[in-house]
């Protein structure tokens, strides 16, 4: 067990440059510019300690060696996080035999989350580091340690908690065979052979074994497709050892949202004779969007299970660092630990989307499994084992000996007397959660699960049914789905071809337009300028999407983006609040004419920020009508705002990019290039349009008859 990153990362990096034929990596994210060991006492080995020049020094030094890297495929909304085009980068793809693919295979709205690097199939790592940023970290995890820095710009990073587990023998085998079936299968191109059975194992001499002839069961999270059934392993697993508990459950994992999970965690807790379960988690979160989607279904979880524990027996935990407090260490650990008699952990975190949606693999250790060289089950040396690994986590985040735990387990059999007898919280410490830090109001209005945790692949035409009742419908005159988009291109084409055309072309060159628009960034009264026409052009029913397009014709796509977001939402808050002021009966006489309007009040009455989302994404209703609705609906500041930065930030970032492609469009110097530029606008508009037609083609905000009659509530199918 290779806990914390400093220590996986060296021994990874020992085990590399041992490497003879090939390297398979599968990551959900991975950097070239990554350090492996202190890069201030640098090893003298004459190998480098960046993890892609390292791996190009390898294949340049041995041509029988082969790198092969599949990254999952990810989505934009990660770009700022991440290299660009990995797949096109020299770094990565440096000569034939070293090369990096992407892997966008599976549901859209899944990810590839494996962590594995298989080595000449006779060394093999999985768990829960990537080869990425803001990973490396000691087990000392001091809160100023200066060596935690971002490669590129040299921002700190919060200390970061999590294990690797490197193992020899057949298992390194059976993954290498995985990866290289899933190569085959991702690239179209033929599996990479085995490498030879002989071969000696790139085992490090300063790396020993925590125990031998360990049997081991790797469990697997896929989700459907086409030409496969859901694999669904380690939601199995993880629910059968918390059946099979008897005395404690020890959990360190990211999140905690998994339903299959808190379900089963409550039904134990409630048992007069149950286990005691301690989970430790972090309070740290990657941003506004994490905790609105993770921190609602963690504080959903944290209520189930506590109110089932009548009997005392839970502890949910948070480690503090040298008296901070907490949210100074990310827990990014995917653990769970049963008495002395299972142990689990890999990639998939205890959240919805690693029990069926995203690719996952998990280790799996139990007294139980038979040797695989005699066939007879270890018994007593694995479960010695298992609790010496929870008496080593434990001790990490209590600043106490292993031994000092371990002797307190066995005196009290209570983990939670080894939190009450140790921990220092000067030094490392472990103290009570109270709460999932997600908005109260995002907690009781978002749908169970929440977007962005799904269970399994959700359908686009199934999307409407998260935020909007069944038996609703849109209403509305039906047109064919790229009617508009054609339209609008049409009307792009047309205005271009006039401009060429005609003697504009000759009066309003680029460069006059260039010039012009220079003039209007340079003006230092611009970004006030810019805000304030998207605040009352929005707000005096101007189409929000033309105001979104000339932003980013004018600023470009970042700024643009920036000042159309401050400006809508702007907009969004004074239109908010000139509903709340007219109330319900006055936004009806403005309204009662209109049967769509009418629709949406029904909706917001009964199902707030989920149909405020809902409208955002499919705009059925004018920008400000809607604003008014969700004002006079009487739903809370709090859900309405964040209803609407979730719905409106990606409709937003799509159109600026659509605006920059128009000034690209108008600055084309040829009529092939402009033809280039159209076509992908083109491509843009359709793959947007689909999107939104299809979240809109089945359901919609129509009042329940019967509801309306009586003024009740009808119940949310989400929950």
């Known amino acids: 067990m290779l806990v914390d990153g400093a220590a ?105 989350h494996e962590k594995i690097v298989v080595i000449d199939d006779r060394v093999a790592f999985t768990g829960g580091l990537d080869i990425a940023p803001a990973r490396w970290d000691t087990r000392a995890h001091h809160a100023d340690d200066t060596r935690r820095r971002l490669s590129g710009n040299g921002d700190p990073y919060p200390a970061f908690h999590d294990m690797q587990v490197m193992m020899e023998g057949p298992v390194a085998g059976v993954l290498g065979a995985l990866v290289r079936e899933r190569w085959a299968r991702v690239t179209d191109e ?47 697993l993880i629910e059968a050892d918390i059946r099979a508990a008897r005395r404690w459950i020890y959990i360190e994992d990211q999140y905690l949202t998994a339903r299959v999970a808190a379900h089963a965690l409550a039904d ?45 027996r839970l502890r949910v935990v ?55 060289d005699t066939g007879e089950p270890r018994g007593a040396a694995v479960s010695d084992f298992i609790e010496r690994v929870l008496c080593d986590l434990l001790g990490e985040h209590l600043a106490t000996a292993p031994d ?34 997600a908005p109260p109001e995002l907690v009781e209005a978002l749908p169970y699960p929440v977007p962005g945790d799904f269970e399994k692949p959700v359908a686009a035409e199934d999307l409407p049914n998260v935020f909007l009742p069944e038996g609703t419908e849109l209403v509305g005159r039906r047109r064919h789905p790229y009617v508009r988009a054609a339209a609008l291109i049409g009307v792009v084409v047309t205005l271009v071809a006039v401009w060429r055309l005609t003697p504009l072309h000759g009066s309003l060159t680029p460069e006059v337009v260039s010039a012009w628009i220079e003039a209007v960034r340079a003006h230092p009264l611009a970004p006030l300028g810019a805000i304030g026409t998207m605040f009352f052009g929005t707000l005096l029913l101007a189409p929000i ?136 606008l083109l491509g843009l508009v359709l793959l947007v349009r689909a999107g939104s037609r299809a979240l809109a083609r089945r359901r919609g905000p129509e009042t329940d008859p019967a509801a309306s009659a009586t003024g009740a509530p009808t119940a949310d199918r989400g929950d």
């Open 404 to 437: 000092t735990v371990r002797a307190t387990l066995r005196e009290t059999g209570s983990l939670r007397a080894v939190l009450d007898r140790h921990g220092d919280p000067q030094r490392r410490d472990l103290v009570p959660v109270e709460s999932g830090d």
């Open 268 to 312: 134990r807790l409630a048992e007069p004779d149950g286990p005691e379960v301690v989970a430790v988690v972090p309070r740290i979160w990657d941003g506004w969007l994490e905790t609105a989607t993770m921190g609602v279904g963690r504080e959903r979880f944290l209520r189930l299970i506590r109110a089932a524990d009548r009997h005392g």
């Open 8 to 112: 996986y990362f060296e021994t990874l990096r020992a085990a590399l440059i041992q490497a003879r034929r090939q390297i398979l990596i599968t990551a959900w994210d991975i950097s070239s510019a990554v350090a492996l060991v202190d890069s201030r006492t640098p090893p003298d080995d004459g190998w480098p300690t960046t993890i892609a020049p390292l791996l190009r020094a390898l294949t340049e030094a041995r041509p029988a060696l082969e790198v092969r890297i599949l990254l999952w495929d990810f989505p934009m909304l990660y770009a700022s996080d991440r290299e660009l085009l990995p797949a096109l980068r020299q770094d990565w793809n440096p000569n034939p035999r070293m090369r990096l693919r992407l892997d966008g295979s599976g549901p859209v709205e899944a990810s590839h």
């Open 545 to 680: 999407t033309a105001l979104i397009v000339a932003m980013a014709l004018v600023f470009g796509p970042v700024l643009g983006f920036i000042y159309s977001t401050v400006g809508a939402l702007a907009s969004a808050a004074v239109g908010f609040r000139i509903g709340r002021a007219l109330g319900r009966q006055g936004v009806s006489r403005l309204i009662d004419h209109h049967e769509r309007p009418r629709k949406v009040m029904t909706a917001l009455r009964r199902h707030g920020i989920k149909t405020v989302l809902f409208f955002r994404i499919v705009p059925v209703l004018q920008y400000t009508l809607t604003n008014l609705a969700c004002g006079a609906a009487g739903i809370s500041w709090r859900a309405y705002i964040w209803g609407t930065l979730i719905g409106m930030v990606p409709g937003i970032a799509v159109m600026s990019l659509f605006g920059e492609g128009l000034g690209r469009l108008l600055r084309a110097s040829t009529w092939g290039e402009a033809a280039v530029i159209a076509a992908a």
């Open 190 to 236: 033929p599996a990479p052979a085995a490498p030879p059975a002989d071969l000696p194992a790139p085992w490090p001499a300063g790396a020993p074994a925590d125990i031998d002839r360990l049997p081991v069961a790797l469990a697997r999270t896929a989700p459907a497709t086409a030409h496969a059934a859901p694999v669904e392993e380690i939601a199995r």
């Open 318 to 372: 948070t480690p503090v660092v040298e008296g901070r407090g907490p949210g100074h260490l990310k827990i990014h650990t995917k653990l769970m630990i049963v008495d002395d008699i299972a142990l689990r952990h890999g990639s998939a975190n205890l959240n919805n989307r690693s029990m069926g949606l995203d690719t996952e693999l998990d280790l799996h250790i139990e007294p139980g499994l038979p040797d695989p």
